[in-house]
């Protein structure tokens, strides 16, 4: 299986940008699909999270209220939109399958690159 994050880009701080993962070879509603993001010198952490299923979604506090996570799984994609971007959002986004979050995903995709500029 296999997860393709795409979708980043450079954005002024105060803009949105939206994340897509397309996932192939597994089911996908048979898991959760989350966004993980690394910024520069720091380790890598969990933002949101949803479940195909039925919809729940849990959002990290540092990106409520600005984040929608949000799945078509006649596409088998999850999109992370993201609005009043922040400096400190910079990094690399990575979506992933797996379990439980943020600890048992185990399908990871390569990363994109987010970066906001002040």
């Known amino acids: 299986g296999a997860a393709a994050g795409v979708g980043g880009g450079l954005v002024q701080a105060g803009g949105s940008l939206r994340l897509s993962c397309a996932a192939s070879?597994?089911?996908?509603?048979?898991?959760?699909i989350g966004w993980f993001r690394q910024a520069p010198g720091k380790e890598r952490e969990g933002v949101s999270v949803?479940?195909?299923?039925?919809?729940?979604?849990y959002y990290e506090d540092f990106v409520k209220g600005r984040a929608t996570i949000s799945s078509d799984n006649a596409k088998n994609t999850v999109y992370l939109q993201m609005n009043n971007l922040k400096p400190e959002d910079t990094g690399v986004y990575y979506c992933a399958a797996g379990t439980s979050y943020p600890g048992g995903m185990g399908y990871w995709g390569k990363g994109t690159l987010v970066t906001v500029s002040s």
């Open positions: 070879g597994f089911t996908f509603d048979r898991y959760a």
């Open positions: 949803i479940d195909p299923k039925d919809g729940r979604a």
